[in-house]
């Protein structure tokens, strides 16, 4: 598996599963911009068949077989098209099927589009970024993306993308987590989180939480998945008063949190509630389930 996707065979993918879900009419229009787009090549017909698609396509949500997420992943690992629609899909395909052999011409045209998309067309543009050529040059345009305050464009780059995971320096990771935190987005959604953490961060989400209580409001238990392994003295202070919430989610995060510290005194605590650490150990308590269940509960 790699981090840069196979052009060619990510564009043969995408098109298979295309012609599985158009009508004829819609068949028939996108065979005319393919025509156009491998003939021509003039960015005009390129802007113009990536932003008319939603006149032709309809925004018809996949169904996709298990097979087919294998192959998603293969491709690029951590490509999940499980979330996309079919209007995301034909876009990211006029994506790859326009030259970009010529870095570039294509960079210059790729850049005109994020810079002139409407919210729906971003949304495709920076779910597409695991794909797209050249990945090492977009990564400040995905930092970028997370600035935005539109939700549904914050989601397309922070979660089920394994884009910021691969190619986001640890400033830009940082505050798309926290900004996560912040907008009550599901953390659990975000690829490679384990992976990414740092002490940084941790202290980052530690301090938020401060603010927050001091201010009597709540803090989504997921913030703890981050905090766990660089829980010091000061820190257990802070999980000590999550594990004592009267929320039970909290608590389970905050036994989440202990188990992944290697503080004697961390590991102590835990060992006062041995059913719990049993939980953990077997996996009956992790992070995947505590997330959903933060994701179906009503936000303050």
Not at 121 to 149: D, F, K, V
Not at 172 to 177: F, L, T
Not at 214 to 223: G, N, S, Y
Request: proline share 5%; net charge negative.
């Amino acid at each position: 598996m790699s981090i840069q996707a196979d052009i060619s065979r990510a564009s043969g993918f995408l098109k298979k599963i295309i012609e599985e879900n158009l009508n004829e009419k819609e068949s028939e229009w996108i065979r005319s911009q393919e025509t156009k787009l491998r003939s021509d090549g003039k960015p005009q017909i390129f802007y113009l068949a990536f932003s008319f698609s939603s006149r032709f396509i309809r925004k018809e949500k996949l169904q996709l077989a298990p097979e087919q997420l294998a192959e998603a992943d293969e491709i690029r690992q951590g490509f999940q098209c499980e979330h996309w629609n079919l209007l995301q899909l034909v876009r990211t395909y006029f994506l790859l099927t326009y030259p970009y052999q010529d870095e570039k011409t294509y960079m210059e045209q790729l850049t005109k589009l994020y810079e002139t998309a409407d919210i729906d067309e971003q949304i495709t543009l920076y779910s597409a970024l695991p794909l797209l050529p050249y990945p090492e040059e977009l990564t400040r345009r995905a930092a970028e993306g997370i600035r935005t305050n539109i939700t549904a464009v914050f989601d397309a780059i922070a979660l089920d993308n394994p884009y910021p995971h691969d190619f986001l320096d640890q400033n830009p990771w940082n505050q798309m987590v926290l900004k996560a935190v912040f907008m009550q987005r599901p953390l659990y959604k975000i690829y490679g989180a384990d992976q990414r953490k740092n002490p940084e961060l941790g202290q980052m989400l530690v301090d938020f939480a401060r603010e927050r209580w001091a201010a009597h409001r709540k803090v989504t238990p997921e913030l703890w998945r981050f905090v766990g392994p660089f829980v010091n003295e000061e820190i257990l202070s802070d999980i000590s008063k999550v594990i004592q919430s009267d929320d039970l989610l909290e608590r389970k995060a905050g036994f989440m949190a202990l188990a992944a510290s290697d503080l004697v005194e961390a590991q102590a605590l835990l060992d006062e509630h041995p059913e719990i650490k049993e939980n953990i150990k077997s996996g009956k308590l992790n992070w995947i389930l505590i997330g959903k269940e933060v994701e179906n509960t009503p936000q303050e």
